[in-house]
C-alpha cells in the first residue's frame, strides 16, 4: 500500500516552461487536493476534487490546472512557469466517507528561474 | 470565512521538558474537526492530534496534548518529555464539518535541544 505518491521530488524550469506534477494514491479515496507550502505562509489550497470529473479552485487556483478523470490520479499542471510559482507542492487525499486525516504525498521541491 | 493563527514563528525546548505551541482560529460554525500536523526536516506531513469539536475531552496522542477551548477558539499542542525527533515544524489546521477546505495556519518552527 503506497498511499499518496507525488512525482517528481524535485524539479527546476525555466520561467514560460510547462509542466506536470503527478499525484497518485491507491487508497480508493474520493478527495484530493494541491497545497502550495511558502516560508511564513504555511499551506494554501490550491486546487481540489471530490471525485473523478469534479474540481474545484481552492484559495490560489491562478496559473494552475487540474483533472480528474480517474479516481486514483490527480495532476496539477502549470502551464506558463513563473518566477512566484517556485514553492514547494504537496497532494493530498481523504476518504470523505470514514473519516477527516488527509494523507500527503512527500511533496514537489519546484524552482522556476 | 474560517482562519487559522499561529502566532509563534520559533520555538525552542530542552530535551525532556515540556513546550506548548499556540492556536488560535475564527469560525462562525459550531462543527468543525482541528488537526496539529508535524513536518520534520523529512518534509512529510504527519499528522500528531486531531480533536472533534463537538467532544469537550481533550484528545491524547501518548506524549501530545491538546488544550481545547472551543468559547476562546484556541486550540493549542502540549509536547512532554520533549525529544531530539519532535524537532519540526507544526501545522495547526481547521476543517469544517461536510467540506472538504482542510485550513493551514502558518506554522511553528520546534527545536528541541540536547
Redesign the interface.
Known amino acids: 500500500n503506497a498511499g499518496v505518491t507525488q512525482t517528481p521530488k524535485f524539479q527546476v524550469l525555466k520561467t514560460g516552461q510547462s509542466m506536470t506534477l503527478q499525484c497518485a494514491q491507491d487508497m480508493n479515496h474520493e ?1 484530493m ?1 494541491w ?1 502550495r507550502q511558502d516560508p ?6 490550491i486546487h ?1 476534487s ?1 471525485g473523478a470529473g469534479i474540481t474545484d479552485q ?1 484559495e490560489v487556483p491562478n496559473g494552475y490546472n487540474v483533472s480528474r478523470s480517474t479516481t486514483e490520479d490527480f495532476p496539477l499542471r502549470l502551464l506558463s512557469a513563473a518566477p512566484s510559482q517556485t514553492s ?1 507542492y ?1 497532494c ?1 487525499s ?1 476518504d ?1 466517507a470514514k473519516g ?3 494523507f ?1 504525498g ?2 514537489t521541491r519546484l524552482t522556476v528561474v | 470565512a474560517q482562519t ?1 493563527t ?1 502566532s509563534q ?1 520559533e520555538m525552542s525546548v530542552q530535551e525532556a521538558e515540556t513546550v506548548t505551541l499556540s492556536c488560535t482560529y475564527d469560525t462562525s460554525e459550531n462543527n468543525y ?1 482541528l ?1 496539529w500536523y508535524k513536518q520534520p526536516p ?4 504527519i ?1 500528531v492530534i ?1 480533536q472533534e469539536a463537538y467532544k469537550q475531552q481533550n484528545a491524547t496522542e501518548n506524549r501530545f496534548s491538546v488544550n481545547f477551548q472551543k468559547a476562546a477558539k484556541s486550540f493549542s499542542l502540549k509536547i512532554s518529555d520533549s525529544q531530539l525527533g519532535d524537532t519540526a515544524m507544526y ?1 495547526c489546521a481547521f ?1 469544517l464539518y461536510n467540506t ?8 511553528t518552527r520546534l527545536q528541541v535541544f540536547p
Open positions: 478527495y487536493s497545497y511564513g505562509m504555511g499551506l494554501r489550497l481540489y471530490v481552492g514547494v504537496f493530498a481523504r470523505r477527516t486525516e488527509a500527503f512527500q511533496g | 487559522v499561529q514563528p474537526y488537526f523529512s518534509r512529510q506531513m499528522l486531531r501545522f476543517l472538504d477546505k482542510l485550513i493551514f495556519g502558518t506554522g
